[in-house]
């Protein structure tokens, strides 16, 4: 057996089941085309595992066997043991009677196929599965007589019980549906790979889907993990190719609104995600104006994905669009609306509205308790967190802290989805760290960072901030070559999924800092000059920013420590006209808290 080469990780896995710990027996079905190896892999894996109890059988020995026992059903039977087991995972007994079609005697076919103990049946979930030897003969021997009607039915089936648990999870039963999320999960998947082969039945089923029509929600729901961003991708790709064959435009605009919120909030890629809402607008704009539900959903995504970028005044146009049609449709207490009542919250405090923006959070806050009935929830644990960013913004340390922590309570109590985890983890620590506490916030970020590993090539956006995060930490605890590791790492992936404006323009200050600690002062010097190119940028989307102020004064020190006083002069007076920008918008605002922070800001100088 030495000579054996390759098939490594399918060695491993098969192994890793059969000798796992259990009180039961364990059963692998290795199946695949003729000659790819099948044989060898089971030969190696029985030749690595001696010292265990392992029996190997060939399927197309005992296969007659089984096939025998299938065929002693009555044809009726067999018929509907074909359509059930086009359900790939477990169902339950409504699931099984409406893929075999509206027939009365359904049940009778069900109970008869579970005492035949062809179908096992699980009293804990109250499902049903086909056993798996017996599944995989009715798969190669049993063929279904009208294949296009099952897969039809099972795409209408599947979405709307998609549709219901996404319905329950912006309500109380927020737990009940991600139970059922799993369990249905490998169902799901087999929903979305049908689409290669989408009927003219079925075609309005996938682009629904798509397109978030059901409750217009997050894709958090669905594509949560990499491999099914991977399988939302083909998904996708395959939605844009049956619009543009039935040439239908507005439809076109729907999927590439929901490809945008995929590549947005699970990649974290938000260049690529404002490109595909782009398209999707400018397709809306060429056609027929008509305000609907979808158009609200392309305007508040594109204003959110905007707002993660730093480019709040422009997020928050297209927000207050959303806004206008969601009120005229008469939505009150749907999740579309709170989202965009939300998002405006968030980047009215960003530009320091703090009015503006406290109106909107608190009244965000009052609808969400409202439509969902209790405080744990994952959505509310979000809320109480950015309720925690508007007294931070605010200067109220202490009640920050306060939602912080209670809203990651929250989360973490509710199962809530890594990244929104991520988010509350990152402010108690940065918390920690402006308080004195860098050691604390260290540890919260090394659980987040543990965490982060399992979702490798997506959530790039909470990546950076994760590093960004630790980069603060050491750098109170004067660590600097390891804060001038992370804030680096941070700005490389950073740079992957945002513009390079505003919103790396505080990441790039904060590196530099760390370098004047190492006096690697020619290096701050090409990083903040660099920087200094996006000045107007920064304050078109921002004019409140007081990172350009802080680029002047870095820059300057860095200057004077190497004897470049010419330099540093110029800088000086580059930095003075901003500082009198800056004051006359404050005191035009007669926001003090944010006059206050300018005069300190350009105060830090040698």
Not at 14 to 41: C, E, H, P
Not at 269 to 282: S, T
Request: hydrophobic share 35%; net charge neutral; proline share 2%.
């Amino acid at each position: 057996m030495d000579d054996f080469v390759g098939r490594g990780k399918e060695i491993q896995d098969i192994t890793n089941r059969l000798i796992s710990r259990s009180n039961t027996s364990t059963v692998v079905i290795v199946y695949g085309l003729r000659a790819i190896g099948k044989s060898s892999i089971v030969r190696q894996i029985c030749h690595r595992i001696q010292d265990f109890e392992v029996e190997w059988v060939d399927l197309k020995n005992v296969a007659p066997v089984y096939l025998a026992f299938l065929h002693r059903m009555s044809k009726p039977l067999q018929e509907k043991l074909s359509i059930i087991n086009y359900i790939p995972g477990t169902f339950d007994e409504k699931e099984a009677l409406e893929m075999m079609g509206p027939e009365n005697s359904n049940h009778e076919y069900l109970r008869s196929a579970v005492n035949r103990h062809v179908i096992q049946k699980y009293d804990v979930h109250k499902r049903f599965n086909i056993h798996g030897i017996l599944r995989d003969c009715i798969s190669e021997y049993m063929l279904i007589k009208d294949l296009p009607l099952v897969r039809g039915r099972f795409c209408r089936i599947f979405s709307k019980i998609l549709q219901e648990l996404e319905n329950k999870s912006f309500t109380s039963d927020y737990q009940w549906a991600l139970c059922q999320l799993n369990l249905e999960q490998q169902n799901f998947n087999k929903l979305l790979t049908d689409v290669f082969h989408c009927t003219s039945d079925t075609y309005q089923v996938f682009v629904n889907i798509a397109s978030f029509q059901f409750n217009t929600t997050s894709p958090t729901f669905l594509f949560n993990s990499p491999d099914s961003y991977e399988m939302g991708m083909m998904f996708y790709k395959e939605c844009l190719r049956l619009t543009q064959q039935h040439k239908n435009n507005y439809d076109s605009s729907k999927v590439l609104s929901g490809l945008g919120s995929v590549i947005t909030n699970i990649k974290g890629d938000y260049i690529l995600g404002e490109r595909h809402y782009r398209n999707a607008l400018r397709i809306r704009q060429n056609g027929p104006a008509v305000k609907d539900c979808s158009l609200a959903f392309l305007y508040q995504s594109l204003g959110w994905n905007l707002g993660c970028q730093g480019k709040s005044q422009e997020a928050i146009v297209f927000l207050e669009k959303a806004l206008t049609i969601e009120i005229e449709l008469g939505m009150n207490l749907e999740n579309l609306i709170l989202s965009t009542l939300q998002s405006l919250a968030l980047f009215h405090l960003d530009l320091d509205h703090m009015d503006i923006g406290e109106k909107y959070q608190l009244e965000a806050l009052r609808r969400r308790r409202q439509a969902i009935g209790t405080d744990m929830h994952p959505i509310l644990g979000a809320m109480l967190n950015n309720v925690g960013e508007m007294y931070q913004k605010k200067g109220h340390i202490s009640q920050a802290e306060y939602y912080f922590r209670r809203g990651l309570e929250i989360k973490t109590q509710t199962n809530a989805a890594w990244k929104s985890i991520a988010l509350s983890e990152v402010n108690v620590a940065n918390i920690l760290t402006e308080t004195g506490r860098p050691n604390e916030a260290l540890e919260v970020l090394d659980r987040s960072m543990k965490r982060a590993g399992e979702f490798q090539n997506i959530y790039q956006d909470i990546r950076s901030l994760i590093n960004e995060c630790f980069g603060r930490a050491f750098m109170a605890k004067k660590m600097y070559k390891e804060a001038v590791r992370h804030f680096r790492e941070a700005v490389r992936r950073h740079g992957d999924s945002q513009s390079r404006d505003y919103g790396v323009l505080s990441l790039q200050c904060r590196l530099a800092e760390c370098l004047i600690c190492l006096e690697k002062h020619e290096e701050v010097i090409d990083l903040i000059t660099s920087a200094c190119r996006q000045k107007d940028a920064a304050i078109r989307h921002k004019p409140t920013t007081l990172t350009i102020l802080s680029c002047y004064r870095i820059l300057q020190n860095a200057q004077l420590a190497i004897g470049k006083f010419s330099d540093a002069h110029i800088s000086h007076e580059q930095g003075c006209r901003e500082y009198e920008r800056l004051k006359d918008l404050f005191e035009g605002l007669g926001n003090e808290e944010g006059l206050e922070k300018v005069r300190t800001e350009w105060t830090n100088q040698r």
